[in-house]
């Protein structure tokens, strides 16, 4: 069992908790909310060793918090391209049945 | 004359604040970095690259600036159309959604004379009334199927060994060109076939109604043989026999060829590649393990096919693209499919493939029994006792009755890639599809946990091998695209 | 794009009504032509020779220059009195009519072939409607040209609808910046038109706006043209992405075809062209010419990344022995009659029959790299080359 700890900063929980599912072939995770933040403990499930399984985690997880941010900063495009994409264009559009 | 201005005049100022547009990216093992955005385009970056990109730090020095900005993963004060065009392409790769039940599979019989062992549904069984398809059936799914909103379908005989019901194939030929005619639809038909059967009236039935056929060839004689025994032990034979007469009579593009995968198979990807060649077929499908009648004990194995699978698929690509390389055309299917999606806007028709599942909407099953089942899978899956997918009964009033049942509904719009655990992040999720029986029969359930997804590992594995043959060589690359042609 | 011109002479007492008379040519022999003036005058028949005569009559007398002795019956012609200028409006022995509309423009194109003037050329617009309705019925094709043709709005898209009355089985191609279209009610009344083969040609540069704007040499061009793109497209409008090959454009061709292919998927027809040397590309030829076996490349690789994905492409302007084998499929004799050169080399080139061969402009510094194919009769036979709808 290794053990790993995510400062809020660092990573949000979301991004942690995506990482361990990810990773979910390779090792369990148990995870905890701690003041120090986000603690992790990597049961390692394959034939992964120790620090190979903390680094891979840890790159996992700072992956996954890089992916949280850009969601963030593009929500809104993306919440209105399939906005805009689901409507139909025009009334004729939507008359002839074409989106 | 007025001034010309030089080309510093047209770049917007403070060029190193953009915005980004949506986009995923995949950490590929090469090291590199692989971006896509909302509609599936895509580049590969340096990391070096891709960390000024992500941390807002990329200029129009960099060479990826211009390529970021054409292709919409950031937006600068230079230009606006960005957000047009997106939707403008988001809509493209929506219209599919319009299209329903473009493959209408007929289950018209279950009787086999072939034993093969990998197959779920056969029966050897001379009693035609158990495992026959009637014609009051075909009838009544032909109406359902021309009453719904289709317009043009193809149909797909299947079996057991269709040709052992060849009457009621050319009834349902000849009702559903009547049907076609009158509601102003079109149809086009396709028989798969061992040959065994294929005498000159079944070849004349299908010249004069652009019949096309559809085959297995699981490889040279020994390997197809033991994988499909026949007694007489000439299964190859007869196949190949079959090709030939199919491809005098209808022509070169009369008859393809399908291969199942077994253990056996995996070794011998060039063999298998040479004995199509051999037999003037230019396109081969290198179909993945099926689960379906495998007994599945442990992950392990699951984890150790993939793994032997992908070897396989590996060597037989590029040993196909050696022969493009010498001058010879021919395609591999599964790559071809992927690249589709990859490198247009096209949405692809590949039912296994799709996002959302195809599962009874793009395809739909009519069995022998007058059962309706969401894919040819499903009923494979159900002939091994589990009827999760059956969808209803040609008794129904209407297909929309049939497909709109809350089962298949919950499984189509549960294992849409957006909201998938895993998909949603993933960078290759326009290029994927959901696959709601492979999951259900697998894992269980049919969003399945993806890191433990024989379908995952195996796609993953592909976008990679695609996408590294692509960067590492541009002949590669040029073949590839080139296997994109409608 | 030249338009024929020359001088005249006139003599004698015209009875004009406007700043430009009409006419066709309704026979000629040798030395003359009898010509039936029916617009800016008032009706009559006027003899045209090539000198003027010392007689001083009063009927209207016609001289004109020695560079106008191809004109032949069925040609329309304008003549202005004031500058002595004629100008060929038709010619009926050609596969490819253009009309100016305007010279006014609202982009002034590094390579333009007909540079833009500010000048009120409303007339040029009225001596179309009047021969419109003259012009035979069975005519293939004609074309529309500029500087840009929908800066002269519903008065052009007037001569449009006229055509589609009188002349409803001939193809119309116009060639316009697109920028107009932008505006949705624009794109609207072009749709409304109705004509039944309608194409319009819009140049497009590059993948990059800050390219495609320098090119064009006005800001925000890219963005209009894509949007008036983009909306003729909505209204099923047929439209043709053309771009001319040269330094500007080259670079990101290949990259820039992807991207047409991806965003512009829609559109009917791509032309890849090779350049004409008039107008400001003289002036620019220097910064402008490449050598197209140097990107012999690039261009097979955008044609090939265009038709590929689906798309229609062409490739214009460009002989044959300079296209690669792979990209000759795509070249169409485009060029008119009048301006088409060859060389001497081309009389030992086993597809000299199905060349386009290139612009007489370009003559001199497209020489060095023309070389006959001596390739067997088989694949002469494989180069598909029809004459096409459209043309430069």
Not at chain 1, 10 to 17: E, G, H, N
């Amino acid at each position: 069992m290794v053990e790993v700890t995510f400062a809020q900063e660092v990573a949000r929980l979301s991004a942690v908790k995506k990482a361990a599912y990810r990773l979910a072939a390779l090792c369990d995770v148990d995870i905890r909310s701690t003041p120090a933040g986000t603690r992790c403990e990597l049961h390692a499930t394959a034939d992964t060793s120790g620090p190979e399984l903390v680094a891979l985690f840890r790159a996992t997880v700072l992956d996954y918090e890089l992916r949280e941010d850009i969601a963030a900063k593009t929500s809104a495009f993306r919440d209105g391209l399939l906005a805009v994409a689901f409507a139909p264009l025009t009334r004729r559009d939507a008359e002839d049945g074409k989106v | 004359m007025a001034r010309f201005k030089p080309l510093e005049e047209f770049f917007a100022q403070e060029l190193h604040e953009y915005e980004f547009l949506p986009f995923k990216f995949h950490r590929l093992k090469t090291g590199r970095v692989f971006v896509s955005n909302i509609v599936g385009e895509w580049l590969v970056l340096d990391t070096q690259t891709f960390e000024l990109f992500t941390s807002s730090s990329l200029t129009p020095a960099s060479a990826a600036y211009a390529d970021l900005r054409a292709r919409h993963f950031l937006l600068d004060r230079d230009s606006g159309v960005a957000v047009d065009l997106l939707t403008v392409k988001l809509r493209q790769r929506l219209q599919h959604l319009r299209s329903v039940f473009g493959l209408a599979i007929f289950v018209v019989t279950l009787r086999c004379e072939h034993a093969c062992p990998y197959c779920q549904v056969s029966r050897q069984s001379d009693d035609h009334a158990a495992f026959d398809m009637s014609p009051a059936y075909a009838d009544a799914a032909l109406k359902l199927l021309f009453a719904s909103p289709a317009r043009e379908f193809k149909i797909e005989f299947q079996g057991g060994e269709p040709l052992l019901n060849f009457g009621l194939i050319q009834h349902i030929v000849l009702e559903a060109k009547r049907l076609a005619e009158v509601s102003g639809k079109s149809v086009s038909f396709v028989i798969t076939s061992n040959l065994a059967l294929l005498t000159d009236d079944v070849l004349a039935f299908c010249a004069e109604h652009d019949i096309l056929l559809s085959t297995s060839l699981d490889g040279p004689a020994e390997l197809h043989n033991k994988n499909r025994p026949r007694r007489g032990n000439n299964s190859h034979q007869l196949a190949t026999d079959g090709i030939r007469r199919v491809q005098n009579r209808l022509g070169a593009d009369g008859v393809a060829a399908l291969m199942t995968t077994t253990k056996a198979s995996l070794d011998r990807v060039v063999d298998i590649i040479d004995e199509y060649r051999s037999q003037d077929l230019h396109e081969i499908f290198l179909r993945p393990l099926s689960p379906y009648g495998f007994a599945v004990k442990t992950k392990w194995f699951k984890a150790y096919d993939q793994l032997e699978w992908l070897r396989f698929y590996r060597e037989g690509l590029r040993y196909i693209i050696d022969l493009n390389r010498r001058g010879e055309r021919f395609i591999e299917l599964y790559a071809s499919t992927i690249l589709g999606k990859m490198l247009t806007s096209r949405p692809g028709n590949y039912v296994d493939m799709m996002n959302p599942a195809g599962i009874g909407s793009r395809v739909i099953v009519f069995n022998y029994d007058g059962d309706i089942y969401a894919s040819d899978e499903a009923r494979m899956l159900a002939e091994m006792g589990d009827k999760t997918f059956r969808l209803g009964n040609v008794g129904a009033d209407s297909l929309a009755e049939v497909v709109l049942s809350d089962s298949l509904l919950d499984a189509v719009e549960g294992t849409v890639l957006e909201s998938a655990p895993m998909c949603s992040d993933c960078a290759f999720q326009h290029y994927c599809g959901a696959d709601p029986v492979y999951h259900h029969a697998t894992q269980g359930d049919p969003i399945g946990h993806k890191a433990f997804s024989g379908f995952c590992d195996r796609q993953m594995g592909i976008f990679e091998e695609l996408i590294e043959l692509m960067e590492a060589d541009p002949e590669a690359a040029r073949i590839l695209s080139s296997w994109v042609r409608q | 794009m030249i338009h024929l011109s020359g001088g005249c002479k006139l003599a004698g007492e015209w009875p004009v009504s406007g700043p430009s008379i009409v006419g066709e040519v309704m026979s000629r022999d040798a030395d003359q032509l009898i010509i039936d003036c029916f617009f800016g005058c008032e009706r009559q028949t006027v003899t045209a020779t090539f000198q003027l005569s010392d007689d001083a009559s009063p009927t209207p007398q016609l001289a004109l220059s020695s560079e106008l002795s191809h004109l032949g019956v069925g040609d329309f012609i304008s003549i202005y009195p004031k500058s002595g200028r004629l100008r060929v409006l038709f010619r009926k022995e050609s596969q490819t009519n253009n009309f100016l509309v305007t010279e006014v423009c609202d982009n002034y194109c590094l390579m333009c072939s007909q540079p833009p003037r500010k000048v009120n050329d409303e007339r040029l617009l009225d001596e179309i409607a009047a021969i419109v309705p003259r012009l035979p019925k069975d005519l293939h094709e004609i074309g529309f040209t500029g500087g840009e043709p929908t800066l002269r709005g519903e008065r052009f898209f007037s001569i449009l609808r006229l055509l589609r009355d009188e002349l409803p089985a001939t193809a119309v191609h116009v060639l316009s910046n697109g920028r107009a279209f932008s505006r949705p009610e624009l794109a609207q009344a072009w749709a409304d038109i109705r004509h039944p083969d309608l194409m319009v040609g819009i140049p497009i540069y590059s993948d990059q706006s800050d390219i495609h704007d320098y090119v064009v040499q006005a800001d925000g061009a890219f963005d209009e043209t894509v949007r008036g793109v983009l909306n003729l497209k909505a209204l099923r409008q047929a439209v043709e992405v053309r771009i001319v090959l040269h330094r500007h454009t080259i670079g990101r061709l290949e990259k820039f075809a992807y991207f047409i292919a991806r965003n512009l998927s829609a559109v009917d027809h791509v032309a890849l062209m090779g350049l004409e040397l008039m107008g400001f590309a003289v002036a620019h030829q220097d910064d402008l010419w490449i050598d197209p076996r140097e990107h012999e490349r690039a261009i097979t690789r955008a044609a090939q990344t265009l038709a590929w994905a689906g798309l229609r492409v062409s490739i214009y302007n460009l002989p044959l022995c300079v296209l690669s084998a792979d990209a000759r499929r795509y070249a169409i004799r485009s060029i008119s009659d009048w301006k088409r050169e060859y060389w001497q080399a081309c009389s030992e080139c086993s597809l000299r029959e199905k060349c386009g061969g290139a612009f007489f402009s370009s003559r001199n510094r497209m020489e060095p790299y023309i070389a006959p194919i001596r390739e067997l009769v088989e694949s002469a036979d494989s180069v598909i080359v029809e004459e096409p709808a459209r043309r430069a």
